[in-house]
């Protein structure tokens, strides 16, 4: 995330979305942009395609890669089916 200085490593193993951290081993994809839009794209729906298009993100490297992650995870419930805090 450039807007905060931020650089992290994702990985997708066994449906889970793992943070690895700094690694010096190859990737298929390096995608950049602001960490809003990423929590957009994530919970809102934005498409990455609409974020390219618009300046916002850059992908280097396998967009394939890119639209694999997005597509093995769930489309946010805006609405959970419970309370996730209760008083």
């Known amino acids: 995330f450039p807007d905060r200085n ?5 990985v997708l ?4 979305m ?3 951290g700094p690694s010096t081993e190859p990737v298929d994809a390096t995608v950049t942009m602001p960490r809003p839009a990423f929590l ?3 919970f809102s ?3 990455p395609a609409s974020l390219v298009l ?8 396998k967009t394939d890669a ?9 489309t946010a419930d805006p609405k959970p089916p419970f309370p996730i805090v209760t008083p």
Do not use: H, P, Q, W
């Open 6 to 10: 931020e650089r992290y490593r994702l």
């Open 13 to 16: 193993r066994n449906s889970v």
């Open 18 to 20: 793992v943070n690895e």
């Open 40 to 42: 957009g794209m994530l």
């Open 45 to 47: 729906g934005t498409s």
């Open 54 to 61: 618009r300046g916002v993100m850059k992908i280097d490297g």
């Open 66 to 74: 890119l639209r694999a992650f997005m597509g093995s995870l769930d």
